[in-house]
């Protein structure tokens, strides 16, 4: 927790102790993921979070900031909508000087439809279209539950019937799920709100950790390998300090400054 408090202080200082901006570039990242948080963190970085309270009225406006900024709109065109958004786009780049777009490309291969960074980065924007000042909103919530009302919306009405552009799907409303803000809580809800807590001199840090401990462990390849082992992983506190110990002594291979290390090695 403290390396992410960390990595919130950085992005204050360069953001001007601008908290609703650090939010949105925070959230930007969590909302790509593994595979598109760098090229979504880079994309927030470029972007005067004024411009996205200046466009947020309109859901179309802020998806041509955002997917443009990606380089998600240059053409050969795949769909008229795709076309309109970069119509809009190039307009808003010329009038606000946008930095040219992320340097990092999107991914597609090997996600899941529902994780595409098509359908993420429409949530985001739906997200800002429903409440404008979101880290005052975060701030407030005493609830893992309350919180995610905040972030129960769904992409526009596009990505209803599709999961990237010219590619048609089913008909079905692209929700952010439960389980999906569970990601943004342990990753950039419970961080942010913990460094802003240190900030202010307030009491809470306890209750934070109590929220994580609501939220089930994750799982992926690295906490499968610790299942072997018969390492403990009750919740989400276990899970994110097992990859925290991964990769900052399993990767390096330094094991005998380890306490978990130590004690498989001893008992092999």
């Known amino acids: ?11 204050l200082k360069q953001m001007k102790n601008d908290w609703e901006a650090v939010l949105f570039v925070m959230l930007s990242k969590g909302f790509g993921l593994n595979c598109n948080g760098l090229a979504f963190y880079q994309m927030a970085l470029q972007i005067p979070f004024k411009r996205v309270l200046q466009l947020r009225e309109d859901p179309l406006h802020l998806e041509a900031l955002f997917f443009g900024q990606l380089g998600l709109l240059d053409p050969p065109y795949k769909s008229s909508y795709q076309e309109e958004l970069h119509t809009q786009y190039s307009y808003f780049k010329t009038k606000y000087m946008l930095e040219a777009t992320a340097k990092s490309k999107v991914q597609f291969a090997r996600l899941r439809p529902a994780n595409f960074p098509t359908i993420r980065m429409a949530q985001l924007a739906q997200i800002y279209v429903k409440t404008p000042a979101l880290f005052d909103a975060v701030v407030r919530q005493t609830t893992p539950k309350a919180c995610y009302s905040l972030f129960s919306t769904a992409a526009s009405a596009y990505w209803t019937t599709h999961f990237n552009f010219g590619l048609k799907s089913k008909p ?37 950790f109590e929220w994580a401990e609501t939220v089930p462990a ?38 005998l400054s380890c306490q978990v290390g130590f004690e498989l090695m001893k008992s092999s």
């Open 172 to 208: 079905q409303l692209k929700k952010i799920s439960s389980s999906f803000f569970d990601l943004l809580l342990i990753n950039t809800l419970i961080p942010i709100r913990f460094a802003y807590a240190k900030y202010t001199g307030q009491s809470g840090e306890t209750s934070l």
């Open 1 to 11: 927790m403290e390396q992410r408090v960390g990595e919130v202080r950085f992005l």
């Open 218 to 255: 994750e799982k992926n390849r690295i906490l499968n390998t610790f299942k072997k082992y018969q390492i403990p992983q009750l919740n989400a506190v276990g899970s994110q300090s097992l990859l925290h110990l991964y990769k900052n002594y399993c990767i390096p291979k330094k094991c």
